[in-house]
């Protein structure tokens, strides 16, 4: 929409290093919002653009409101006028109805598209949503098995697409350093993952222009007021 153009715009012409778009439906995409990434300075070529599947029978089951070919044709565009875009996307596994077919479309869509950063959840029934009450609802082994199948790929992508980073420099804003562990008790939340480097993986950062040495992780960049 181009409120969001005449957003990012007011923004950029503030006292900001950088102007992030934090969410991007695929369906409120479009050429100009594309345009005004691709060519402002201040407009961060990160975008976290949630495609939760790409099966045309999943999109419609998720009322999505966008088809697979919108989605690749999109995605395709970005790639094409942004230069050095970095995309984030997340994903949804075993959600009712998902088949075998659906699954492996999905799996050869990542293969192809590459994402630079994925988290995938996989789908966690609840009560008084639309969802709950469609037929083909999968097992928890059957959601975890379609899950780590998901995260293996998606890690070794994510790896090959660091060892580009390997003896860069960039700016960064480091927010946190997030030890994994086991959930905080209470934690309920549905299971997802995201995904990192190889194990034994550490950044090596100064003050202001941290360089990315050999298994270095890979960054989220976040703009924050300088």
Not at 19 to 35: E, T, V
Not at 216 to 221: D, N, S, V
């Amino acid at each position: 929409p181009a409120y969001i153009v005449d957003a990012m715009a007011a923004t950029c012409k503030a006292d900001f290093k950088w102007d992030r778009l934090l969410y991007a439906h695929p369906a409120h995409f479009n050429d100009k919002l594309i345009g005004f990434i691709a060519e402002n300075k201040k407009a961060v070529k990160y975008i976290d653009l949630p495609v939760q599947h790409i099966s045309g029978n999943m999109l419609a089951k998720m009322n999505r409101h966008v088809s697979s070919e919108q989605v690749r044709k999109l995605i395709g565009k970005m790639r094409r006028n942004i230069k050095g875009l970095f995309i984030r996307t997340s994903i949804i596994v075993g959600f009712p109805g998902e088949t075998e077919k659906d699954f492996e479309e999905l799996l050869e869509f990542l293969r192809e598209y590459r994402f630079e950063r994925l988290g995938a959840f996989a789908y966690s029934r609840e009560k008084g949503t639309r969802a709950y009450h469609f037929p083909g609802h999968l097992s928890e082994v059957e959601k975890t098995r379609r899950l780590d199948a998901v995260m293996k790929l998606q890690q070794e992508i994510a790896f090959e697409q660091n060892k580009g980073l390997v003896n860069s420099v960039v700016d960064a804003i480091v927010d946190a350093v997030i030890v994994a562990g086991p959930p905080a008790a209470g934690d309920h939340s549905s299971p997802s993952r995201e995904n990192a480097g190889p194990p034994g993986t550490e950044l090596r950062a100064g003050p202001r222009r941290p360089r990315l040495r050999r298994r270095a992780p890979l960054l989220c960049l976040r703009p924050r007021k300088a």
